[in-house]
């Protein structure tokens, strides 16, 4: 599962939910490519917090919220989010999740039962504060279902920001640099969207796309839901049950399938 509150995966959830085809591009290479194949895409993207040359939109949710309706797909491209959306879908199933589905998303990972990795956008370097929030809310639910917590790392997150306010990030450096930029309007818009959404998204054939549920709902994940896991950390103890796992962490460490 991939976490970039401010902003890559809060713009794709938006537009995926308007219905929009988007396509998360890991490179300005990859951009460039993508565009070739499709037809007529808006191109929608920051690099260090530049709109590219050429690009229509910045990496922008609230823009994104404003476009008229089209069927024009829309790619697009950040520093750090879509680069890491591209690196976990190699690796298997990969959810997009932000503050918008935040409830859905652990509701339905819970029904599934199965092993979950919980990986942050890692700007500069670190696990930003809005996106710990994120991913300490999806954990605090699924600890609710059952789940265990193991690891060091994953405790201290989800005992900081498990409970916090929605706006526990707002003096943090992504909300800073967005203020600074005259960008806040798109804090505006993450804080004037938590859990409005009731969809759960995966990446599918490079696009995002909306989660058919032919399993239980979001909503009824818990009881339909397998034997509880873990919540396993940066440190987690060898386990002597096969049970499922969530596991957070950085790019760099992903396992061979996560969700």
């Known amino acids: ?9 809060t713009t794709a959830v938006t537009a995926a939910a308007m219905g929009r085809r988007i396509y998360p591009a890991g490179s300005i290479e990859a951009a460039v490519r993508l565009a070739a194949d499709l037809d007529r895409p808006i191109l929608s993207g920051e690099l260090g917090g530049v709109q590219p040359y050429g690009f229509d939109l910045q990496n922008s949710p609230s823009q994104v919220a404003e476009l008229e309706p089209s069927h024009r797909p829309i790619i697009l491209l950040s520093t750090s989010g879509t680069r890491l959306i591209a690196e976990a879908a190699r690796h298997g199933p990969t959810y997009l999740c932000c503050l918008r589905n935040a409830r859905a998303q652990a509701a339905y990972l819970a029904s599934r039962g199965s092993h979950v990795v919980i990986l942050g956008a890692a700007t500069r370097g670190e696990f930003r504060e809005e996106d710990q929030l994120c991913a300490a809310r999806v954990a605090r639910d699924l600890v609710r279902h059952g789940y265990r917590v193991a690891g060091r790392s994953t405790a201290q997150v989800l005992e900081r920001f498990g409970d916090a306010p929605d706006d526990v990030f707002v003096e943090g450096r992504s ?3 967005l203020r600074d930029t005259g960008q806040d309007h798109d804090l505006a818009f993450v804080l004037e969207h938590v859990d409005d959404l009731e969809e759960v998204f995966v990446i599918h ?11 239980p709902s979001a909503r009824a994940g818990s009881e339909a839901a397998e034997p509880p896991g873990q919540l396993i950390g940066d440190q987690a103890e060898p386990q002597h049950e096969k049970r499922p796992e969530v596991v957070t962490g950085e790019p760099g460490s992903l396992p061979d399938a996560a969700e």
């Open 1 to 9: 599962m991939a976490v970039d509150v401010i902003r890559a995966t």
């Open 175 to 177: 909300a800073k640099y």
């Open 205 to 215: 054939e490079g696009a995002v796309r909306p989660v058919t549920m032919d399993a």
